[in-house]
C-alpha cells in the first residue's frame, strides 16, 4: 500500500479539513503534527513514504532532504510555491511535484483585514464577554473604518 505522509499538521486541522477517505481506502495516510527536530529526524520519519504532502513551508525541503528519500515519487504543496523546496532537486529525482494552485493567492490579505476588523471593533473581546454571559459589558464603542486612511 502507498504510503502518504502529511507534514506540519501543528494545529491538528489537517485531517478534518478534506474527506480523506478515497485516498485512505487505497493509501496508508500518516498525519505529522510536530515539527522535524532537523533533516536527520527528517529522514528517519519520512524514509518509507511515497508521497509527501506539504502544509506551507514549515518543514525545509531542501535537495540534501530530497536526496535521502529514496522511495519519494510525489510532493505535494499547499499554494502555488514553496521557498523551502529545491524543485530542481526534485525534477533530478524524477520526483513530481504538485500544488493547490493559486486558491490560497489572497489569504494573507483577506487575513489582515480581518484582524484590522477584529482589532477596530473590538470582536475578541466582545466574543469573550458573550461567551462569559457578559453582553455589551465594558467593551469600547467600535471604530467605523469606512473612509479611514491613518490613524487619525
Not at 30 to 51: C, T
Request: proline share 5%.
Amino acid at each position: 500500500m502507498t504510503k502518504v505522509a502529511v507534514l506540519d499538521d501543528w494545529q491538528g486541522v489537517a485531517r478534518s479539513s478534506a474527506d480523506w477517505s478515497p485516498l485512505m481506502a487505497i493509501a496508508d495516510v500518516v498525519f505529522f503534527g510536530r515539527a522535524f527536530e532537523n533533516e536527520d529526524d527528517a529522514v528517519n520519519n519520512l524514509a518509507d513514504f511515497e508521497i509527501v504532502l506539504s502544509m506551507r513551508e514549515r518543514t525545509p525541503l531542501p535537495g540534501s532532504l530530497i536526496g535521502r528519500l529514496s522511495k519519494l515519487r510525489m510532493l505535494g504543496i499547499t499554494g502555488p510555491s514553496n521557498r523551502s523546496l529545491d524543485v530542481p532537486a526534485c525534477t533530478a529525482r524524477g520526483v513530481v511535484v504538485c500544488n493547490t494552485g493559486s486558491a490560497a493567492r489572497d489569504a494573507t490579505a483577506e487575513l489582515a483585514l480581518g484582524l484590522l476588523l477584529a482589532a477596530a471593533r473590538a470582536i475578541p473581546a466582545a466574543d469573550a464577554n458573550i461567551r462569559a454571559g457578559r453582553f455589551q459589558e465594558g467593551l469600547p464603542v467600535g471604530l467605523s473604518l469606512a473612509g479611514k486612511r491613518s490613524a487619525s
